[in-house]
């Protein structure tokens, strides 16, 4: 069982818009980070999102790319100060692949949680609009797969400077 975990991108400053949407910059980056993990033929059956609209709006872009077979939920558990021990029980009874898209420090604990048993490890830095693909064995333990920031994806077309070496 393979679980994605995904903060939101970034959005517009509460001051700007209290409901605080996506900004520009953040559309771009999860487009970036969604058609990436679309070349890389990333399936997952459920994208759950929080309450909150820049979580929701991140599931849909990436639902859009990805072509989930359920679409973005949005459910409970996965806000900033939400105990992160809701989800990990959760995950137990997953067997697909799934996505969660949340926000900090709630991801960062749960992170932590599922690797180390300690949610106040953090073993992982988040990044907004990156993605944390973690697996789980046939025991239950759970291992960090790889982990993919807008930065690094390079957009279609672009060279790396590390090409032709």
Known sequence: MFVYLVQHAESTKEEVDPS?????RGISDIKKTAVYLA???IKVQKIFHSTKLRARQTAEILSENLKSIKGPTE???????????IWAKRLKDIP???MLV???PHLGKLASLLLCGDENKNVISFKMAGVVCLKRDENGTWSLQWMLTPDVVLEEGTRSTCDGL
């Open 96 to 98: 697909e692949k799934v």
């Open 75 to 85: 459910v409970d558990g996965l806000s900033p100060l939400d105990d992160p021990k």
């Open 20 to 24: 605080r949407p996506l900004s520009e």
């Open 102 to 104: 949340g926000h900090l």
């Open 39 to 41: 070349r890389l033929n």
